[in-house]
């Protein structure tokens, strides 16, 4: 028998014997199936077909969809967003600086990127119900006292959207609101949620350093796409220089999409390569990355971790996931994150470098060993602290973690 079934935004074709007479219309909208509530055109639908189906699906959506089409927009979207912050960062004014309720830093570029990434990403695809899970809400915005700030970030919308030809576009102050406010869905195992961090980085933001507009998509729970925008990030290795080549390009954008390598590109449009992250076996010769902002992760831990490896180089100390997309091209061999205690990671502080990385060839897990779920939620479960590296150096890198995390408490 052959039957349609949606997945996310698509519909497959699934010739496969169903135990039991199952009519499936095709979905005529298009529009995602999340739950079985969602498929009213599906019935007489048995609990063990549903098992089937649900199995079905499931490896179809990882063996062999494309996601061409969200890709092309996140790219768009990530770019447009790009032009907006780098505007923002070269006419950075105290004004333009807010703090959120929990005291961290934000500008009127982290709410510009997010009402503009959500506003093109909603229009793109106007025939499915749009899940975004991304940082901020407008809640601050709201507030009287910002109504000058909300004039400026609808201003900036605005004429980003006029460099890229849509003219004829022109948000309010309550589309930019709701924009930012479309940011809020839980996400989880079910489904396609867009995740964002419209500015990753927003301390190296403010000091003119790096940061990176971070854009994935979940389907099912998984990673299947992600662009890392990192308009202060130079075209050419940060650590290798080849004296041969003359590059002093800045601005690079990353692009992963499941199944199919990791490639990057400049900013400003030149045609993409395929990156892949390092192949150094031998710890004593790789590098490694760490968090600029020490309050973010444990310096002291890092570098006991590289001398336990043997590893001779100083820690390149840079913001943001501007770290996975060095990483997917081998700037490095080596990320380590150790948050403090008690801190809970965000899913948009690491979908879209998560999967840069693994398509380009390497592995990122907790201190635990356990491989990175996104799947429950817009918080990351984990066993505080995050390792990525290539395949051959993960074994000594989880092993001297592991010791190093003992000793220290053993210390204390
Ligand atoms: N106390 C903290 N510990 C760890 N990470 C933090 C903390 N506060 C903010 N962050 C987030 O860490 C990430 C940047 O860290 P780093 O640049 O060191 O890799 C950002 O996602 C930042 O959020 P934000 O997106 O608001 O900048
Ligand atoms: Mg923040
Ligand atoms: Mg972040
Ligand atoms: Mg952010």
């Avoid at 749009?130 to 601050?140: M, T």
């Avoid at 940011?183 to 079910?190: A, V």
């Avoid at 800045?250 to 030149?270: E, H, K, P, R």
Wanted: hydrophobic letters at 40%; charged letters at 20%; glycine letters at 8%.
């Amino acid at each position: 028998m052959n039957v349609s079934i949606g997945v996310g935004h698509h519909v497959i074709h699934v010739h496969a014997p169903l135990t039991r007479g199952v009519l499936v219309h095709r979905n005529p909208t298009n529009t995602p199936l999340n739950s079985q509530s969602k498929f009213p055109f599906l019935f007489s639908l048995s609990l063990s077909t549903a098992t089937q189906l649900r199995a079905v699906r499931g490896a179809r959506v990882a063996a062999s969809m494309s996601y061409d089409k969200q890709l092309a927009a996140a790219k768009k979207a990530a770019s447009l967003a790009a032009r907006l912050c780098q505007k923002v960062q070269t006419a950075l004014l105290q004004s333009d600086v807010q703090s959120k309720s929990d005291q961290s830093p934000v500008t009127v570029a982290d709410y510009g990127s997010q009402a503009l990434v959500s506003f093109i990403l909603e229009k793109e695809f106007p025939s499915v119900p749009f899940s975004l899970v991304a940082e901020e809400d407008s809640g601050d915005l709201r507030k009287e006292e910002s109504g000058e700030t909300l004039h400026r970030i609808t201003e900036l919308v605005n004429e980003t959207l006029v460099t890229d030809g849509m003219n004829d576009i022109s948000l309010s102050k309550e589309d930019v609101l709701k924009a930012i406010d479309n940011g809020k869905s839980e996400g989880g195992p079910h489904g396609q949620h867009w995740v964002l961090d419209p500015i990753d980085g927003t301390k190296g933001f403010l000091r003119g350093d790096q940061y990176a507009i971070a854009l994935a998509l979940l389907d099912e729970g998984k990673v299947v796409l992600g662009v890392l925008a990192c308009p202060n990030l130079p075209f050419a290795s940060i650590t290798r220089r080849d004296q041969s080549i003359s590059e002093d390009r800045v601005g690079s954008l990353f692009f992963a999409q499941v199944g199919a390598g990791t490639y990057m590109q400049s900013l400003d449009g030149s045609p993409p390569t395929k990156v892949h992250v390092t192949a150094i076996e031998n710890p004593e010769e790789a590098s490694f990355f760490e968090s600029y902002e020490a309050a973010h992760s444990s310096h002291d831990l890092s570098s006991l971790i590289a001398r336990k490896l043997g590893v001779k180089a100083p820690p390149v100390r840079i913001d943001s996931q501007a770290k996975y997309g060095a990483l997917s091209r081998g700037d490095g061999a080596i990320y380590m994150r150790f948050p403090r205690k008690g801190y809970r990671e965000k899913i948009w502080d690491h979908a879209a470098g998560y999967i840069v990385v693994a398509e380009a060839g390497g592995v990122a897990s907790d201190v635990a060993g356990n491989p990175l779920d996104f799947s429950r939620g817009r918080y990351l479960d984990l066993d505080t602290g995050i390792i990525v590296t290539n395949q051959k150096l993960m074994p000594s890198l989880l092993k001297a973690v592991q010791e190093s995390i003992k000793e220290k408490a053993s210390a204390l």
